[in-house]
């Protein structure tokens, strides 16, 4: 039975989680690096310990230390949050050796479902739709050559063993082809100590979908319907809806389907999200993120399930006390990511309240946006019965909120809501560029 967990994370998914032990009266304990000690997760958990300096490869990356901190507090598991550790299968194994309940899926999955390349093969073998690609991973140029003249130009690059935007590179014709290999390898080698790389047929203007699960490990596999995450700014997202503007109930009851299917053979434990290309009319799986997404939120409010307590209550082995025919979504949510663009000290801080908002945040007036790790100051979220009304309150929120002492991107999701591309539902991954890059507001006569 799980009665202490150490929380494996830092910011607002740290506090977010302090907050579900809290709810199910289990004790928390907060590691925390240098630069985090007089952080709002630190204050409010149970207890804390120092797991190393600033830098994330000597504090939150160091799960050797994060292990040996669990058990001199004689934690009974570990949840890793997003991001860092938390689909790295060596921490999963390493954590499930050393006694502790590792609070997401088991060790083998993660490190199946983390090679993308093996990962397409499996969803093949599920019948999902993928993007046509390399079969297995790209070692020579001549090799990319003949894969890419096979599958046609433009052409992706992606970190087989990585996300987020690193290790990937477009390229639309053969000239480009062995530099744009050379650099993609290099920086999965630096940022996720892999240097494989796959290729894939490159959509140039997609919506990204996702469809948010839980699976008990012990034959219960649900869905939460899908997310649309189609807003990005250099492949991180800034915005996501549920549910998506695109879909009709044909085709999102068909995404869920093979979904579930998917995690059904993989025996999947715990919660999990399946990512999709949607191009005219026809989705593509492109990966599976075992672990809880930064934009859970939004499935929270559309089904009522908190994503946090169902995964420890499924790590702690009860099943789910729920099916698919209990699960009824309802109306529409949206969320914000208000990021940092500079680093520094917060002054004056007020977020939103009132009807419909929800803010997922760390960080109070006086607090310290650091450097070292990502800018997400806080998640801004609403639900209401429709996105017309979703769009009306978020944009409501956003004129509340006061970040002062660094700059943010707030006024860019304010340029993105009220755009009209955005309000119509039809749009890809270029919407971001159309709307706030400098030379579209210039003709635009912003």
Not at 55 to 65: D, G, P, V
Not at 320 to 338: V, Y
């Amino acid at each position: 039975m799980i009665r202490s967990i150490l929380i494996a994370n830092r910011g607002e998914i740290a506090v977010r989680i302090v907050r579900a032990c809290r709810d199910l009266d289990i004790r928390s304990v907060v590691v925390y690096s240098t630069a985090d000690k007089d952080t709002q997760a630190v204050q409010m958990a149970d207890d804390s310990v120092c797991i190393g300096p600033a830098a994330s490869s000597q504090s939150y990356l160091n799960w050797r230390n994060i292990i040996a901190a669990a058990c001199l507090k004689r934690c009974d598991a570990i949840h890793p949050g997003v991001g860092f550790l938390s689909e790295n299968a060596d921490f999963a194994r390493e954590t499930e050796e050393a006694g502790l309940i590792f609070i997401g899926p088991k060790s083998e999955t993660i490190a199946l479902l983390g090679n993308k390349v093996v990962a397409r093969t499996t969803a093949l073998e599920c019948k999902l739709p993928i993007t046509p690609g390399s079969k297995t991973a790209v070692e020579s140029l001549a090799e990319g050559m003949a894969t890419a003249k096979e599958i046609g130009y433009p052409i992706i690059l992606k970190a087989a063993c990585g996300g987020g935007g690193r290790g990937m590179r477009i390229v639309t014709e053969e000239s480009q082809l062995a530099h744009a290999l050379q650099i993609a390898k290099k920086e999965a080698l630096a940022f996720f100590g892999d240097g494989t790389v796959h290729m894939e047929r490159y959509l140039q203007n997609p919506r990204h979908l996702e469809i948010q699960l839980l699976s008990d490990g012990q034959g219960t596999v649900v869905h939460l319907g899908e997310r649309d995450c189609t807003v990005q700014k250099n492949h991180q997202k800034l915005l996501e809806e549920s549910p998506s503007p695109v879909l009709d109930e044909k085709l999102r009851n068909q995404m869920c389907t093979d979904s579930v299917n998917l995690f059904e053979k993989l025996g999947y434990r715990g919660a999990g999200t399946v990512e999709y290309l949607y191009d005219e009319g026809k989705y593509y799986f492109m990966e599976v993120n075992a672990r809880l997404q930064v934009e859970h939120p939004v499935s929270e409010l559309v089904s009522g399930i908190d994503l946090i307590k169902a995964q420890i209550q499924i790590a702690d082995g009860k099943k789910l006390g729920f099916t698919q025919e209990d699960i009824h979504l309802s109306g529409h949510s949206l969320e914000c990511r208000i990021n940092g663009e500079t680093a520094g000290v917060i002054g004056k801080l007020n977020f939103p309240s009132g009807p419909s908002v929800r803010v997922d945040s760390y960080l109070q007036s006086g607090s310290t946006l650091s450097p070292y790790y990502d800018p997400l100051i806080a998640k801004i979220i609403v639900h209401t019965p429709s996105r017309d009304e979703s769009l009306a309150v978020m944009l409501r929120a956003l004129s509340e909120v006061i970040i002062e002492g660094i700059k943010t991107n707030l006024e860019e999701q304010k340029d993105i809501l009220s755009s009209a591309m955005f309000r119509s539902g039809r749009f890809g991954t270029d919407l971001y560029k159309k709307v706030c890059t400098t030379e579209e507001k210039k003709s635009n006569g912003k």
